[in-house]
T-cell receptor, first 113, second 117 residues
Framework: EADIYQTPRYLVIGTGKKITLECSQTMGHDKMYWYQQDPGMELHLIHY???????EKGDLSSESTVSRIRTEHFPLTLESARPSHTSQYLC????????????FGPGTRLTVT | AQKITQTQPGMFVQEKEAVTLDCTYD???????LFWYKQPSSGEMIFLIY??????QNATEGRYSLNFQKARKSANLVISASQLGDSAMYFCAMRELGKAAGNKLTFGGGTRVLVKP
């Protein structure tokens, strides 16, 4: 059973607001990931981290930023939310042994009005 | 760059029958990993099965099996004895290797499966 948590599960917020999506895992995984997914569509990697103080942008350009100050915590921040940011955001972490399976959190469904 | 293609956007399957979900991939790497994930309507991603590129035997996990044809670059998922709870989106994914790659996954577009009673 994977121990990776995301809060909030659902968020409806107005344009221009600053938001932070929380992601925490208790498995001690070094690698963590953020994906963006529109309904019924594929997942796109927007950020990943190798470990503490290490973050990289993913394949899909995103206006969000991330930080990794602690191994277990990988929050994603939008400084000024826009309707185009409406999507589901999935956090994942990866173990350091084959097959390097990624464990996913339950996701945050964000709606920006 | 790696690419995953799932050509079936949606499928109906009768309960208790088997269903095959197609996945083809494109990579120049010799060593890679292939995954299948299930995503129910609740949104979470559930790992189903893994196949390494050097694994000689097709992977199996309960009712799930992976038909791996390396020369054709295909990794089809077979679900046997379908159940109503199998109704979900199914994603094929490939893992990039190497420290610089960070074990990133590239996902296909998904196949929606609806199991009919």
């Amino acid at each position: 059973e994977a121990d990776i948590y995301q809060t909030p599960r659902y968020l409806v917020i107005g344009t221009g607001k600053k938001i932070t999506l929380e992601c925490s895992q208790t498995m001690g995984h070094d690698k963590m990931y953020w994906y963006q997914q529109d309904p019924g569509m594929e997942l796109h990697l927007i950020h990943y981290s190798y470990g503490v103080n290490s973050t990289e942008k993913g394949d899909l350009s995103s206006e969000s930023t991330v930080s990794r100050i602690r191994t277990e915590h990988f929050p994603l921040t939008l400084e000024s939310a826009r309707p185009s940011h409406t999507s589901q955001y999935l956090c994942a972490s990866s173990e350091g042994i084959v097959p390097y399976e990624q464990y996913f959190g339950p996701g945050t469904r964000l709606t920006v009005t | 760059a790696q690419k995953i293609t799932q050509t079936q956007p949606g499928m109906f399957v009768q309960e208790k029958e088997a269903v095959t979900l197609d996945c083809t991939y494109d990579t120049s790497d010799q060593s890679y990993g292939l995954f299948w994930y299930k995503q129910p309507s609740s949104g979470e991603m559930i790992f189903l099965i893994y196949q390494g590129s050097y694994d000689e035997q097709n992977a199996t996990e309960g009712r799930y099996s992976l038909n791996f044809q390396k020369a054709r670059k295909s990794a089809n998922l077979v679900i046997s004895a379908s159940q109503l709870g199998d109704s979900a989106m199914y994603f094929c994914a490939m893992r990039e290797l190497g420290k610089a790659a960070g074990n990133k996954l590239t996902f296909g577009g998904g196949t929606r499966v609806l199991v009919k009673p």
